[in-house]
T-cell receptor, first 112, second 115 residues
Framework: SQQGEEDPQALSIQEGENATMNCSYKTSINNLQWYRQNSGRGLVHLIL?????REKHSGRLRVTLDTSKKSSSLLITASRAADTASYFC????????????FGIGTKLQVIP | EPEVTQTPSHQVTQMGQEVILRCVPISNHLYFYWYRQILGQKVEFLVSFYNNEISEKSEIFDDQFSVERPDGSNFTLKIRSTKLEDSAMYFC?????????????FGEGSWLTVV
């Protein structure tokens, strides 16, 4: 598997339900960031979690990080049709390197 | 919220032509990046730039590519002789530093279509 792989690759839920997306990575990281991308648009930063943090919240978003399993999850609670987008995790390697590696993304569809 | 701005939003160019994509990073940021996303594929790192020089680059960033910060605000990506496979969305990004709390902010992207 590749650095920053999300699963599932596609997820379809009803409005109001929770959406959970997972990300796995291979190397030691400095931090992990989640981004949203609406079709053909830019990457919108959602949340950053440092390697020494285990959980972070921002509004309806909850991110967890398990460095022992090299995995992270993004939970969107009470989903809305406007949450329909692709979601990517991006890992920054430890050691001060600047290259951030993106996963393949999860395409979320929220059905009104 | 401050944002990274990119121009043009879309450019169509003929194979072999030179293209310059422009970016204005967030004003107090020190690190600048270019990424690209071929349609339907992953976002890929191209290059990072700090203190007026390239700090990291990927295998994709070959001699056909160059970056420049011509003044205090702009950051450009030049592709010297475009190929069909250069067709992609190119994202500029910037960050304040490379600490563990470092957020990388992306622009809206420039769609490049090479025909």
């Amino acid at each position: 598997s590749q650095q920053g792989e999300e699963d599932p690759q596609a997820l379809s839920i009803q409005e109001g339900e929770n959406a959970t997306m997972n990300c796995s990575y291979k190397t030691s990281i400095n931090n992990l960031q989640w981004y949203r991308q609406n079709s053909g648009r830019g990457l919108v930063h959602l949340i950053l979690i440092r390697s020494n943090e285990r959980e972070k919240h921002s509004g309806r978003l909850r991110v967890t990080l398990d460095t022992s399993k090299k995995s992270s999850s993004l939970l969107i609670t009470a989903s809305r049709a406007a949450d329909t987008a692709s979601y990517f995790c991006a890992t920054a390697p430890s050691g001060g390197y600047q290259k951030v590696t993106f996963g393949i993304g999860t395409k979320l569809q929220v059905i009104p | 919220e401050p944002e990274v701005t990119q121009t043009p939003s879309h450019q169509v160019t003929q194979m072999g032509q030179e293209v310059i994509l422009r970016c204005v990073p967030i004003s107090n940021h020190l690190y600048f990046y270019w990424y690209r996303q071929i349609l339907g594929q992953k976002v890929e790192f191209l290059v990072s730039f700090y203190n007026n020089e390239i700090s990291e680059k990927s295998e994709i960033f070959d001699d056909q590519f160059s970056v420049e910060r011509p003044d205090g605000s702009n950051f450009t990506l030049k592709i010297r002789s475009t190929k069909l496979e250069d067709s992609a969305m190119y994202f500029c990004a910037s960050s304040l530093d490379t600490s563990s709390g470092n957020t990388i902010y992306f622009g809206e992207g420039s769609w490049l279509t090479v025909v």
